[in-house]
Protein backbone atom coordinates (compact mmCIF):
# COMPACT_ATOMS: atom_id res chain seq x y z
CA UNK A 1 0.00 0.00 0.00
CA UNK A 2 2.97 2.65 0.81
CA UNK A 3 4.68 1.61 -2.31
CA UNK A 4 1.36 2.40 -4.58
CA UNK A 5 1.06 5.31 -2.34
CA UNK A 6 4.82 6.22 -3.12
CA UNK A 7 3.52 5.85 -7.29
CA UNK A 8 0.33 8.14 -6.73
CA UNK A 9 2.19 10.96 -5.68
CA UNK A 10 5.04 10.88 -7.94
CA UNK A 11 2.78 10.49 -10.86
CA UNK A 12 0.50 13.29 -9.62
CA UNK A 13 4.13 15.58 -8.97
CA UNK A 14 5.19 14.72 -12.62
CA UNK A 15 1.58 15.51 -14.03
CA UNK A 16 2.05 18.75 -11.86
CA UNK A 17 5.32 19.24 -13.17
CA UNK A 18 3.98 18.80 -16.67
CA UNK A 19 1.02 21.22 -16.01
CA UNK A 20 3.66 24.02 -15.11
CA UNK A 21 5.79 23.68 -18.20
CA UNK A 22 2.76 23.83 -20.58
CA UNK A 23 1.84 27.32 -18.30
CA UNK A 24 5.00 28.65 -18.53
CA UNK A 25 4.95 27.82 -22.32
CA UNK A 26 1.30 29.35 -22.54
CA UNK A 27 2.19 32.77 -21.12
CA UNK A 28 6.02 32.77 -23.36
CA UNK A 29 3.37 32.54 -26.24
CA UNK A 30 1.23 35.17 -25.31
CA UNK A 31 3.84 37.85 -24.28
CA UNK A 32 5.47 36.69 -27.80
CA UNK A 33 2.15 37.48 -29.89
CA UNK A 34 1.58 40.36 -28.07
CA UNK A 35 5.26 41.83 -28.77
CA UNK A 36 4.63 41.16 -32.04
CA UNK A 37 1.20 42.96 -32.19
CA UNK A 38 2.21 45.42 -30.54
CA UNK A 39 5.30 46.02 -32.75
CA UNK A 40 2.94 46.07 -35.88
CA UNK A 41 0.29 48.74 -34.31
CA UNK A 42 4.06 50.91 -33.81
CA UNK A 43 4.81 50.29 -37.42
CA UNK A 44 1.87 52.18 -39.06
CA UNK A 45 2.59 55.59 -40.41
CA UNK A 46 5.20 57.58 -42.39
CA UNK A 47 8.71 56.30 -42.04
CA UNK A 48 12.45 57.60 -43.65
CA UNK A 49 14.67 54.89 -45.51
CA UNK A 50 18.28 56.02 -45.71
CA UNK A 51 21.75 55.40 -45.35
CA UNK A 52 23.49 56.07 -41.97
CA UNK A 53 23.81 59.86 -42.92
CA UNK A 54 21.00 60.28 -44.97
CA UNK A 55 22.49 61.09 -48.02
CA UNK A 56 20.27 58.76 -49.66
CA UNK A 57 16.69 58.64 -48.42
CA UNK A 58 13.64 57.56 -49.37
CA UNK A 59 9.95 58.06 -48.00
CA UNK A 60 7.66 54.65 -47.07
CA UNK A 61 4.52 54.83 -45.94
CA UNK A 62 3.60 51.69 -43.64
CA UNK A 63 -0.35 50.66 -43.42
CA UNK A 64 -1.96 47.77 -41.84
CA UNK A 65 -3.82 46.58 -44.67
CA UNK A 66 -3.18 42.63 -45.68
CA UNK A 67 -1.87 41.82 -48.55
CA UNK A 68 -0.36 38.47 -49.98
CA UNK A 69 2.59 37.23 -47.29
CA UNK A 70 1.88 40.51 -45.88
CA UNK A 71 1.04 43.87 -45.04
CA UNK A 72 0.50 46.93 -47.56
CA UNK A 73 3.24 49.74 -48.24
CA UNK A 74 3.72 52.70 -50.07
CA UNK A 75 6.70 54.28 -51.69
CA UNK A 76 7.27 57.36 -53.00
CA UNK A 77 8.33 57.79 -56.38
CA UNK A 78 12.01 58.58 -56.20
CA UNK A 79 12.76 55.52 -54.01
CA UNK A 80 13.76 53.99 -56.91
CA UNK A 81 16.35 55.85 -58.51
CA UNK A 82 17.62 57.23 -54.91
CA UNK A 83 17.68 52.78 -53.59
CA UNK A 84 17.71 51.07 -56.39
CA UNK A 85 16.96 47.52 -54.14
CA UNK A 86 13.36 49.44 -52.95
CA UNK A 87 12.37 48.29 -56.52
CA UNK A 88 11.49 44.98 -55.15
CA UNK A 89 9.90 45.85 -52.47
CA UNK A 90 5.89 45.38 -52.68
CA UNK A 91 4.98 44.47 -48.67
CA UNK A 92 6.14 44.46 -45.01
CA UNK A 93 5.60 42.18 -42.25
CA UNK A 94 7.14 41.42 -38.79
CA UNK A 95 9.03 38.01 -38.40
CA UNK A 96 9.48 36.58 -34.93
CA UNK A 97 9.40 38.81 -31.69
CA UNK A 98 11.47 42.34 -33.13
CA UNK A 99 12.11 41.82 -37.47
CA UNK A 100 10.24 44.43 -39.50
CA UNK A 101 10.52 42.74 -43.22
CA UNK A 102 10.30 44.86 -46.35
CA UNK A 103 9.86 42.01 -48.60
CA UNK A 104 9.33 41.01 -52.40
CA UNK A 105 5.98 39.11 -54.42
CA UNK A 106 7.59 35.81 -52.44
CA UNK A 107 7.69 36.91 -48.83
CA UNK A 108 11.60 36.81 -49.37
CA UNK A 109 13.38 39.54 -47.38
CA UNK A 110 14.53 42.69 -49.92
CA UNK A 111 16.08 43.98 -46.35
CA UNK A 112 15.49 43.25 -42.51
CA UNK A 113 15.55 45.77 -39.42
CA UNK A 114 15.65 45.58 -35.93
CA UNK A 115 15.14 48.37 -33.31
CA UNK A 116 18.54 49.67 -32.30
CA UNK A 117 17.34 52.75 -30.51
CA UNK A 118 13.72 53.69 -29.80
CA UNK A 119 12.21 54.19 -33.30
CA UNK A 120 15.21 53.55 -35.30
CA UNK A 121 15.35 50.25 -36.69
CA UNK A 122 18.89 49.12 -38.70
CA UNK A 123 19.22 46.81 -41.55
CA UNK A 124 22.27 44.97 -43.59
CA UNK A 125 22.28 44.58 -46.87
CA UNK A 126 25.13 42.33 -47.56
CA UNK A 127 27.60 44.02 -50.29
CA UNK A 128 26.10 47.48 -50.00
CA UNK A 129 25.73 48.26 -46.12
CA UNK A 130 24.38 49.66 -43.30
CA UNK A 131 20.44 50.88 -44.01
CA UNK A 132 18.30 53.00 -41.53
CA UNK A 133 14.75 53.24 -40.79
CA UNK A 134 12.88 55.98 -38.75
CA UNK A 135 9.88 57.68 -38.06
CA UNK A 136 9.67 60.30 -40.70
CA UNK A 137 9.40 63.43 -38.31
CA UNK A 138 12.12 62.33 -36.46
CA UNK A 139 14.83 62.13 -39.29
CA UNK A 140 14.08 65.32 -41.25
CA UNK A 141 14.26 66.94 -37.24
CA UNK A 142 17.56 64.94 -37.92
CA UNK A 143 18.56 66.91 -41.06
CA UNK A 144 17.71 70.00 -39.37
CA UNK A 145 19.99 69.12 -36.42
CA UNK A 146 23.26 68.44 -39.27
CA UNK A 147 22.38 71.77 -41.11
CA UNK A 148 22.55 73.62 -37.40
CA UNK A 149 26.36 71.41 -37.74
CA UNK A 150 27.99 73.32 -40.77
CA UNK A 151 29.71 76.17 -40.09
CA UNK A 152 32.64 77.05 -38.15
CA UNK A 153 33.84 75.61 -34.60
CA UNK A 154 36.46 75.95 -32.06
CA UNK A 155 38.37 73.14 -30.21
CA UNK A 156 39.24 73.87 -26.78
CA UNK A 157 40.41 72.42 -23.51
CA UNK A 158 38.19 71.57 -20.41
CA UNK A 159 39.83 74.82 -19.05
CA UNK A 160 38.91 77.16 -22.24
CA UNK A 161 42.01 76.98 -23.79
CA UNK A 162 41.62 77.20 -27.55
CA UNK A 163 43.52 74.54 -29.28
CA UNK A 164 42.52 74.58 -33.14
CA UNK A 165 39.37 76.23 -35.35
CA UNK A 166 38.04 74.40 -37.76
CA UNK A 167 34.87 74.25 -40.31
CA UNK A 168 32.41 71.72 -40.97
CA UNK A 169 30.74 71.99 -44.48
CA UNK A 170 28.10 69.87 -46.27
CA UNK A 171 30.60 69.26 -49.57
CA UNK A 172 30.46 65.42 -49.82
CA UNK A 173 33.51 63.99 -49.33
CA UNK A 174 32.51 60.40 -49.89
CA UNK A 175 29.06 58.25 -49.33
CA UNK A 176 27.46 60.19 -45.90
CA UNK A 177 30.57 62.14 -45.39
CA UNK A 178 31.52 65.90 -45.86
CA UNK A 179 34.37 67.49 -45.95
CA UNK A 180 36.19 69.03 -42.92
CA UNK A 181 38.44 71.88 -42.97
CA UNK A 182 41.46 72.66 -40.14
CA UNK A 183 42.19 76.30 -39.66
CA UNK A 184 46.35 77.40 -39.34
CA UNK A 185 48.06 77.05 -36.18
CA UNK A 186 46.40 74.17 -34.34
CA UNK A 187 47.49 72.11 -31.41
CA UNK A 188 50.01 69.73 -32.53
CA UNK A 189 47.71 66.39 -31.51
CA UNK A 190 44.76 68.00 -33.13
CA UNK A 191 47.14 68.85 -36.44
CA UNK A 192 48.63 65.20 -36.30
CA UNK A 193 45.29 63.89 -36.15
CA UNK A 194 44.27 66.52 -38.87
CA UNK A 195 40.43 65.09 -39.87
CA UNK A 196 39.09 65.66 -43.72
CA UNK A 197 35.81 63.96 -42.93
CA UNK A 198 32.77 64.62 -41.01
CA UNK A 199 29.27 63.03 -39.67
CA UNK A 200 26.53 63.09 -37.93
CA UNK A 201 25.81 59.81 -36.54
CA UNK A 202 23.04 59.40 -33.54
CA UNK A 203 23.72 61.99 -31.60
CA UNK A 204 27.46 61.98 -32.35
CA UNK A 205 29.84 64.49 -34.38
CA UNK A 206 32.26 62.21 -35.99
CA UNK A 207 35.46 63.53 -37.05
CA UNK A 208 37.90 61.33 -39.61
CA UNK A 209 41.52 61.10 -40.33
CA UNK A 210 42.77 60.28 -44.29
CA UNK A 211 44.50 56.97 -41.98
CA UNK A 212 40.83 56.05 -40.21
CA UNK A 213 41.46 57.64 -36.96
CA UNK A 214 38.15 58.73 -35.50
CA UNK A 215 37.16 61.26 -32.59
CA UNK A 216 33.60 61.44 -31.93
CA UNK A 217 32.13 64.17 -29.90
CA UNK A 218 28.50 64.77 -27.95
CA UNK A 219 26.82 67.09 -26.72
CA UNK A 220 26.40 67.74 -22.84
CA UNK A 221 24.33 69.37 -20.54
CA UNK A 222 26.00 72.86 -21.65
CA UNK A 223 25.34 72.68 -24.88
CA UNK A 224 28.86 71.82 -25.31
CA UNK A 225 30.25 68.84 -27.87
CA UNK A 226 32.73 66.54 -25.51
CA UNK A 227 35.13 63.91 -27.07
CA UNK A 228 34.04 60.72 -25.87
CA UNK A 229 35.14 58.99 -23.89
CA UNK A 230 35.83 61.76 -21.78
CA UNK A 231 38.67 62.08 -19.78
CA UNK A 232 40.53 64.56 -17.30
CA UNK A 233 41.38 66.82 -19.90
CA UNK A 234 38.69 67.34 -22.24
CA UNK A 235 38.44 68.43 -25.60
CA UNK A 236 35.72 69.92 -26.53
CA UNK A 237 34.24 71.53 -29.53
CA UNK A 238 32.16 74.56 -29.57
CA UNK A 239 29.86 77.32 -32.07
CA UNK A 240 31.00 79.97 -33.18
Same mark, same amino acid.
Given at each position: ?????????????????????AA??????????? %??????????????????????????T?????????????????C??????????V?????????????????????????V???????????????????????????K?????????????????????L????????? %???????K????????????????L????????????????????????????????????????
Open positions: MIALRVVVFAVAAHLAAIGAVSLAVIGIAHAQ %DATTLKKEMLGQWELSTTERSKTCVVIKGDPVALGFKLELEPAKTALPFTKDIAWSVKGLDIVRLQDATGEAVIDFTEEAGIFEGLRQGEGVYILQDLAAARSMASMDQMIGDWAMVRGNGQPVCGTLTNTEASP %DNFQVFLPKCDAAVAQFNPTQWRERGQIILMSKSGDVWQFEADDNAQWRRVPDTADPLIMLRQ
